[in-house]
C-alpha cells in the first residue's frame, strides 16, 4: 500500500489535515502524522494532535506522497522550515505527488515547485502562488502536484488524493461510505 | 458567547468532531473537548485528540449544547457511559441543544431522547433510531435535536449549529470564509 506523510505545525488548519487523513486511511492508505517537533499539535483552533512521528524520522524514499495542511499559521512555519523544503524538494526530484491545500500552495511555490504548473490556493492568496497559474477550481492536478482551495474542499481533495493513489473505484467506495460527494 | 461539550470516546469519527469544532471555533463558540478519561483519545482512523476536559469536569447548567459525534465504535461507548446518559438527559430537560451525527443518533434513541421525534441518522442504521422518525436529509432539526447522517454532511452539520447557536449570517460568513456550502 502506499505511504503518505503529513506535515503538521503550530496552527495547521484542523479540516483540512482530518480530511484527508481520514479518506485516505479509509481507502487503506498508511498515512503518517509528521510534527515538526515530537509534542501535540496545536490547530489553527485548538485541536491538539498527536503526532505519530517527527519529521527527522521521514525517509523520502520511502514515501508515495507528502501532505501539507493550510492555516496560516502553520504554513509560515512550514516555510520557515529547512527540513520542509528539503523534503518537498526531493519528492519533486522523484515526481513523486506532493499535496497542498488552502495557504500551503504559496509554500510550494517558495520552495520552487510551482513553475509552468496550473495550481490553485485559497482565493485570497492568489498572488502569493506565482509564477503559477492560477485555477479557480476546488482541486487542481498538474502532473504530480495537487492542490485544493480551503477547509470546505479539503474532503474533495482527500478523495482526489484516494484517487490518485489507490485509484477511481476505491475513491468512489470511500466516498460512498462518507456520504460524500464525488464525480 | 454559547458554550457547547463535544465528547470524545476512543473510536470516534475525527471528521464528524473536527468539522463542527472548526466551524463553532470560527463563530467565537466556545467549545469544549471532552473526553471519557483525560488521555489523548485515538478516532476511529487514529487521529489521536489530546482532551481539553474530562467528563467528570462538565456542569450542563454552564452549557448550551452538547455535541456527539459518530463513529461505531465510540458511539458503543458513549450508549454505555451513565455520566454521558446523565449528561444528555440533563440537556434534554431543560430543551437545551443537543447534536449528534452518523451512528451518534442511536445514542439518543437509548437515551430515550427521540420519542416522537424526526431525526436522521447514517443511512444504514434507520431501525436504531426508532421511535424517531426517520428523514433522508444532511441535517434535520427538530425543536433541540440536531442530527445529521455522516462524515461527508459534518460540516453543514457544524454550520446548522452555528445557525442555531449564534444565527444565520454568522454562519453564511463563516461558510464563506470556510469556502463551504451553506443555504
Not at 113 to 119: E, H, N, R, S, Y
Not at 134 to 151: K, R
Not at 154 to 180: N, P
Amino acid at each position: 500500500m502506499p505511504k503518505v506523510a503529513i506535515l503538521l505545525a503550530e496552527g495547521f488548519e484542523e479540516l483540512e489535515a482530518v480530511a484527508p487523513i481520514d479518506a485516505l486511511r479509509r481507502a487503506g492508505v498508511e498515512v503518517v502524522i509528521a510534527g515538526l517537533t515530537p509534542d501535540p499539535v496545536a490547530s489553527a483552533r485548538n485541536v491538539k494532535i498527536v503526532p505519530d512521528t517527527t519529521i527527522e524520522e521521514l525517509k523520502p524514499e520511502e514515501l508515495d506522497m507528502v501532505i501539507l495542511p493550510g492555516g496560516a499559521g502553520g504554513v509560515e512555519k512550514l516555510k520557515q522550515d529547512q527540513r520542509v523544503e528539503a523534503l518537498i524538494k526531493a519528492m519533486q526530484e522523484k515526481k513523486k505527488l506532493i499535496g497542498a491545500i488552502c495557504a500551503a500552495p504559496t509554500a510550494l511555490a517558495k520552495f520552487g515547485v510551482l513553475q509552468g504548473k496550473k495550481a490553485t490556493v485559497y482565493p485570497s492568496l492568489v498572488e502569493e502562488i506565482k509564477p503559477a497559474t492560477y485555477v479557480d477550481q476546488p482541486v487542481v492536478e498538474d502532473e504530480n502536484i495537487v492542490t485544493s482551495q480551503g477547509p470546505g474542499t479539503a474532503l474533495e481533495f482527500g478523495l482526489k488524493l484516494v484517487e490518485r493513489l489507490v485509484g477511481k473505484e476505491k475513491a468512489r467506495e470511500v466516498a460512498r461510505r462518507m456520504l460524500a460527494r464525488y464525480e
